[in-house]
């Protein structure tokens, strides 16, 4: 079955405290983003590849970092996390420039 | 950098009635994509609908239907036959067709509500 998966789905946490939020899927897609969601606001891109060890940031990625160093998976990393990084994050993946996009079930995180 | 509008932060509407949410985009290219996704209270991204600019016909998927007017850069999307399970939030979203970011721009999202 083709999917994006995310790990945790749930995920508390305190200021500080390095965490790993991680994607992977099983399509053979190019293109990965990450997203996250907040009240009002929609679905705001953080940071996206094209392909392996290719990134780039999208709209709001202060305070986060991501890498691809293979094609299936590409971890979302908040090294030092804080309070305002409370929020719902969503994780895509697509075969190409226009391709849809597919999502992963995102992953809600609280930071203390 | 393209900007997508949802001037409807919420809309309700009768079990079987007809409904119609509203987007506004802004972009320079001639060539891009446009979405409606929902999102259930399972907070899972669903696509609904997509239409490709370059074509003139809307685009259509059983009771959700597009009105895309390329030159007022709008793309409302409407459902017909109303019914509890379209409960849920709804994202435009757009995408340009080639070079930069592929990745979609969404709006803000308009809570739709169904009464029974």
């Known amino acids: 079955e083709a999917q994006v998966t995310q790990n945790p789905r749930y995920l508390i946490t305190v200021t500080g405290k390095k965490l790993t939020v991680t994607c992977s899927q099983n399509m053979n897609h190019e293109y990965m983003s990450w997203y996250r969601q907040d009240p009002g606001l929609g679905l705001r891109q953080i940071y996206y590849s094209m392909n392996v060890e290719v990134t780039d940031k999208g709209d709001v990625p202060e305070g986060y970092k991501v890498s691809r160093k293979e094609k299936r998976n590409f971890p979302l990393i908040l090294e030092s996390p804080s309070p305002n990084q409370t929020s719902l994050y969503f994780c895509a993946s697509a075969g190409g420039v226009r391709d849809i996009q597919y999502f992963g079930a995102g992953t809600r995180l609280s930071v203390l | 950098a393209q900007t997508v509008t949802q001037s409807q932060p919420e809309m309700s509407v009768q079990e079987a009635e007809t409904v119609t949410l509203s987007c506004t985009y802004d972009?320079?290219?001639?060539?891009?994509?446009l979405f409606w996704y929902k999102q259930p209270p399972s907070r899972q991204m669903i696509l609904v609908i997509r239409q490709e600019a370059y074509k003139q016909q809307n685009a259509t998927e059983n009771r959700f239907s597009v009105n895309f007017q390329k030159a007022a850069k709008s793309f409302s999307l409407k459902i017909s036959d109303s019914q509890l399970g379209d409960a849920a939030m709804y994202f435009c979203a757009y995408r340009r067709a080639s070079g930069g970011s592929y990745i979609p721009t969404f709006g803000r999202g308009t809570s739709l509500i169904v009464h029974p």
């Open positions: 972009t320079s290219e001639s060539d891009y994509y």
